[in-house]
């Protein structure tokens, strides 16, 4: 029996073969190649979001003593509170050249620091940089995360009265040394302290951003309403 002769395949077909073989090898490399780009990219981006909401320090700040209001909803007290900032000078030369160096670029910062070469005279010492400014001073919250191990904000406090022949009746408070809150010591301050008085809430400031997240519950005291209308 003759044997059937098989079709030859011809050689067009190897060759169409290996091409759509090789298109199809690029398309894979490419398609691998923006994958690993999309990768990178997306880590970046990441890494730049999680490096602006990175905690650069903690702080805690007394919150603001309640303000005392007539029947009317007229205010007749109110507090005032304004941030002195307060830069920790390292006991080590390098460490304190260093953060000099970088206060120094504030405008604001630069009356109070000392030349360059009287340095040496404040290793371990601390200087005040500035005082009653509100919170929001762009230049306090920049200082405070470059050099956020050194600076300390304080808060100041001023009890303000709407005519100040109010100041008997209303009467006085004090900030107490060791807590940095206001206390009422006479006069309806006294009288009402328990519900004025503030407590101290924790802040954390974002890194790269003038952005802060609240601990806790707000810590300002609460108003009070008296039964009178008072009239100046």
């Known amino acids: 029996m003759d044997e059937i002769d098989r079709p030859q395949t011809p050689p067009d077909f190897f060759r169409r073969l290996q091409i759509i073989s090789a298109f199809f090898c690029a398309l894979a490399v490419i398609f691998v190649l923006r994958l690993c780009t999309t990768a990178v990219l997306k880590g970046h981006e990441r890494e730049k979001i999680l490096t602006k909401l ?3 320090t903690t702080l805690k700040i007394p919150g603001c003593r309640g303000k005392i209001l007539d029947r009317q909803g007229n205010i007749l007290a109110w507090t005032e509170r304004q941030m002195e900032l307060v830069w920790h000078v390292p006991q080590n030369y390098s460490e304190a050249e260093f953060e000099w160096s970088e206060l120094i670029r504030f405008h604001s910062f630069a009356p109070s620091l000392p030349h360059i070469t009287r ?3 404040y290793l371990g010492q601390d200087i005040t940089l500035c005082t009653n400014q509100p919170f929001s001073t762009p230049e306090i919250w920049n200082a405070i995360q470059l050099v956020a191990e050194h ?4 808060a100041t406090f001023k009890r303000c009265l709407s005519n100040p022949d109010l100041k008997q ?10 807590t940095n809150i206001e206390e009422g ?4 301050e006294l ?3 328990r519900q004025l008085r503030a407590g101290l809430f924790e802040i954390q400031l974002l890194n790269n951003t003038y952005r802060a997240i609240l ?16 009239v100046f």
């Not at 600076?151 to 304080?154: N, S």
């Not at 010591?185 to 309806?188: E, H, N, T």
């Not at 707000?218 to 008072?230: E, M, P, V």
Request: contains cysteine; charged residues 30%.
């Open 191 to 193: 009288e009402y302290d």
């Open 119 to 121: 340095l040496t005279d």
């Open 54 to 56: 990175r905690v650069a």
């Open 151 to 154: 600076l300390e904000c304080h």
């Open 215 to 230: 601990l806790g519950d707000k810590a300002d005291g609460d108003d009070i309403r008296l039964n009178a209308i008072y």
């Open 185 to 188: 010591v006479s006069g309806l």
């Open 169 to 178: 009746m209303i009467g006085e408070t004090v900030v107490n040394p060791e």
